[in-house]
C-alpha cells in the first residue's frame, strides 16, 4: 500500500516516474498535515531529534556533500522508499542544498542531468540549486547501479 504525499502540498515535487517526494526549509515550521515517514536532512551538523526515521548527510550550507558516496547511498535509499512511503529532503533554508538533492533524485529516476535543475526550478522552487557548483554537480551527476 503506498502512504504518499498529497500532490498539492506545499513542497512536493512529483518525479517522472510518478513517485512524490517533498523538500522544505528546517528554518520553516513543519507543514501541516502528513508528516514524513523517512526524511534526508542535508546540514553541515547533525539535525536535532526527529520523530521518523532519518539519514543525515553532511553538507555545508551553499557547499556540496562532504561525502559523495554517503549521498548518494542516501539518494538511493530515499528514492526505494519513496515508492511506498513519505520521503521528504530538507536543508536550513530549503532551496539549495534540497534543490540539488531533489535534481540529483530526479536524475536517478530517469530524468537526463541536463534537465534537472530546471525541472526542479518549474516543479519544486524558482531558486532552487543555488549556487553553480551545485549547477555542475547536478549536470555531471550520474546515478550509479543499485
Given at each position: 500500500?503506498?502512504?504518499?504525499?498529497?500532490?498539492s502540498?506545499p513542497g512536493v515535487?512529483?518525479?517522472?516516474?510518478?513517485?512524490l517526494?517533498r523538500g522544505?526549509?528546517?528554518?520553516?515550521?513543519?507543514?501541516?498535515?502528513p508528516?514524513?515517514?523517512f526524511g534526508?536532512?542535508?546540514?553541515?551538523r547533525?539535525?536535532t531529534?526527529?520523530?521518523?526515521?532519518?539519514?543525515?548527510?553532511?553538507w555545508?550550507?551553499f557547499?556540496?556533500?562532504?561525502d559523495?558516496?554517503?549521498?548518494r547511498?542516501?539518494?538511493?535509499q530515499?528514492?526505494?522508499?519513496?515508492?511506498?512511503?513519505?520521503?521528504?529532503?530538507?536543508?536550513?533554508?530549503?532551496?539549495?542544498?534540497?534543490?540539488t538533492?531533489l535534481?540529483c533524485?530526479?536524475v536517478?529516476d530517469g530524468?537526463?542531468?541536463?534537465?534537472?535543475?530546471?525541472f526542479?526550478?518549474?516543479?519544486?522552487?524558482r531558486?532552487?540549486?543555488?549556487t553553480?557548483?551545485?549547477?555542475r554537480?547536478?549536470a555531471?551527476?550520474?546515478p550509479v547501479?543499485?
Amino acid at each position: 500500500m503506498t502512504d504518499s504525499w498529497p500532490s498539492s502540498d506545499p513542497g512536493v515535487l512529483r518525479l517522472p516516474s510518478g513517485r512524490l517526494v517533498r523538500g522544505r526549509g528546517l528554518r520553516h515550521p513543519l507543514p501541516s498535515g502528513p508528516v514524513p515517514t523517512f526524511g534526508v536532512y542535508l546540514l553541515g551538523r547533525p539535525p536535532t531529534e526527529i520523530p521518523w526515521q532519518s539519514r543525515w548527510v553532511r553538507w555545508p550550507d551553499f557547499w556540496l556533500p562532504r561525502d559523495d558516496a554517503d549521498f548518494r547511498a542516501a539518494l538511493r535509499q530515499a528514492w526505494e522508499r519513496s515508492a511506498e512511503e513519505r520521503v521528504e529532503f530538507a536543508c536550513g533554508g530549503g532551496k539549495g542544498r534540497t534543490g540539488t538533492a531533489l535534481a540529483c533524485l530526479a536524475v536517478l529516476d530517469g530524468l537526463p542531468a541536463e534537465q534537472a535543475v530546471a525541472f526542479v526550478r518549474q516543479h519544486y522552487a524558482r531558486g532552487a540549486v543555488e549556487t553553480p557548483w551545485q549547477r555542475r554537480y547536478v549536470a555531471r551527476f550520474t546515478p550509479v547501479p543499485a
